[in-house]
């Protein structure tokens, strides 16, 4: 089956440090990836996302590239602020299926 | 552009209550799912649905009960309330065409306690 794996958290940080959130993926033939993120007392949603191998999503300064060969989706980010303190969660959709395979979440908590 | 609207926000409920958790999209998406979130858990399915009249469980659907009647509205009931029910359950849709390329928008959440 599908599966998704994320370092576990909390990663704690100071401002302006470099971030990296690590996401390995299980699937059969070529899914999408998704990042998604959850603030205090909110939904999910969407960060960003690709399609295809070797693409790079982009949103908000966050990147992540999608590595067929090594099977990863990992997020970074050049320098973290305080307001990106939330949980995030990596994703994929297989073709020919419905449901989404999440992984687990990664806590962030970025200090002054 | 309101997106999922899920009511209500917060609901206390003694053991062996029922009651229905709404949720509605206004974005005519065919793909709606309910979730579960509890600490160090993640996010558990507890039932889909792919159109209006099309239902099927995900992985923990014990307790619960869905219908989809129409494509907006996608309600959770519970049928008998247990404490183990307690958690932030959220909805969450996605369009079906190319659908694994589709993002899902999900709500702001129900925070549902049972004493």
């Known amino acids: 089956g599908n599966s998704v794996t994320q370092m576990e958290g909390p990663v704690t940080l100071s401002e302006e440090a470099f971030l990296t959130i690590n996401c390995t993926y299980t699937?059969?033939?070529?899914?999408?990836l998704f990042w998604y993120v959850q603030y205090p007392g909110e939904g999910l949603q969407l960060l960003l996302k690709a399609t295809k191998a070797d693409d790079k999503g982009s949103n908000k300064g966050f990147e992540a590239t999608y590595r067929k060969e090594t099977t990863s989706f990992h997020l970074e980010k050049g320098s973290v602020q305080v307001s990106d303190s939330a949980v995030y969660f990596c994703?994929?959709?297989?073709?020919?299926?419905?449901?989404?395979?999440f992984g687990r979440g990664t806590s962030l908590i970025v200090h002054p | 552009n309101a997106g999922v609207t899920q009511t209500p926000k917060f609901q206390v409920l003694k053991t062996g209550q029922s009651m229905t958790l709404q949720c509605a999209q206004d974005m005519n998406h065919e793909y709606m799912s309910w979730y579960r979130q509890d600490p160090g858990m993640g996010l558990r399915l507890i039932h889909y649905s792919v159109g209006a009249g099309i239902t099927d469980q995900g992985e923990v659907p014990n307790g619960y009960n869905v219908s989809r009647s129409t494509t907006e509205d996608f309600p959770l009931r519970l049928l008998s309330a247990a404490p183990s029910q307690t958690s932030v359950y959220f909805c969450a849709s996605s369009g079906a065409t190319g659908i694994h390329n589709s993002p899902l928008h999900f709500g702001n959440g129900t925070r549902l306690t049972v004493t």
């Open positions: 699937a059969t033939g070529y899914p999408s």
């Open positions: 994703a994929l959709r297989a073709r020919g299926s419905y449901i989404p395979t």
